[in-house]
């Protein structure tokens, strides 16, 4: 199921310089997350493994069945919204897995995926999934977002996600004249976001995104540093970076209160509904 996967010399040295010794392996299926006894062959090709589990009490009671899963002792790898990429520090040395579905996905950006995934496994500080970079403050989250436990999974995974992005962006940036096509593919990735986020309010307006999926969208461009719309500027800062999960959540709190102040004032259906106060949350 799992084979080692060759490398470009720009990315061995992405590799070299941030998360030294992690492996590289395509997977022969495509997944979200990998049942556990497949999961388990990882430990022919490393060193030991180390699944991660969390205290059940950080759920909320409606919580998803495959969060409910990852935080149990299963040995779980990758979750839904993990994309083409994804990685674990369950393994000794770490692994990056690319998925069967990247045979899509053209060669320099998907390298620009692999030496992300470098950049986020080699930083300590990273929590691998969203659930225990929340930890029990998840359930706060839940409180404060008035939307179904699926919603409430996606919008925690896009958050998490814009976090990362502020301890990451930098390094993407420095590999201008280092490592030039994993850095171009960066540039030019962020580049195609533009459009769509200018338009992200009226989307929403509209009904042609849900919250959800505007969140993870806005979230997904912070890691290329472009300008967002209110209310999701707002997390494109430093209080975000250094605060977390405690932001989120009040972030979370200020922008369903005033959505719902906007849905009482509205009138004839024109009120733009992510005009939330875009002032720091914490």
């Not at 299926?29 to 991660?52: Q, R, Y």
């Not at 995974?157 to 096509?181: I, M, N, P, Q």
Request: aromatic share 10%.
């Amino acid at each position: 199921m799992f084979e080692t996967r060759t490398l470009p010399s720009d990315l061995e040295s992405v590799r070299d310089e941030y998360a030294s010794g992690a492996l590289v392996l395509d997977v022969a299926g495509d997944f979200d997350t990998i049942p556990p006894e497949a999961a388990e062959n990882l430990g022919l090709v490393v060193e030991s493994l180390s699944p991660a589990a969390y205290p059940a009490e950080w759920l909320p009671d409606d919580a998803p069945q495959q969060l409910r899963r990852y935080a149990s002792s299963d040995f779980t790898i990758g979750m839904p919204g993990d994309g083409t990429v994804t990685w674990s520090r369950q393994t000794t040395p770490p692994v990056v897995l690319v998925k069967y579905r990247a045979k899509g996905t053209p060669d320099d950006f998907l390298d620009f995926l692999v030496a992300e995934a470098f950049v986020q496994a080699g930083n300590d500080e990273i929590p691998e999934q969203f659930l225990p970079f929340f930890g029990e403050r998840y359930r706060d989250l839940a409180a404060a977002t008035p939307l179904g436990p699926s919603e409430t999974y996606q919008v925690a995974a896009a958050l998490y996600e814009g976090w990362v992005g502020l301890h990451t962006r930098e390094a993407f940036a420095s590999w201008e004249g280092r490592y030039d096509r994993l850095h171009e593919a960066w540039v030019d990735a962020g580049g195609r976001l533009d459009d769509r986020l200018e338009n992200l309010p009226r989307l929403v307006a509209l009904g042609r995104l849900s919250f959800a999926e505007a969140t993870e969208f806005a979230c997904s461009a912070v890691k290329h540093g472009r300008d967002l719309p209110a209310p999701f500027s707002a997390l494109d800062t430093a209080a975000y970076r250094d605060h977390g999960p405690s932001y989120a959540v009040k972030w979370a709190e200020k922008t369903f209160e005033q959505l719902a102040a906007d849905d009482d004032t509205a009138s004839g259906g024109d009120a733009d509904p992510t005009a939330a106060d875009d002032a720091d949350p914490a």
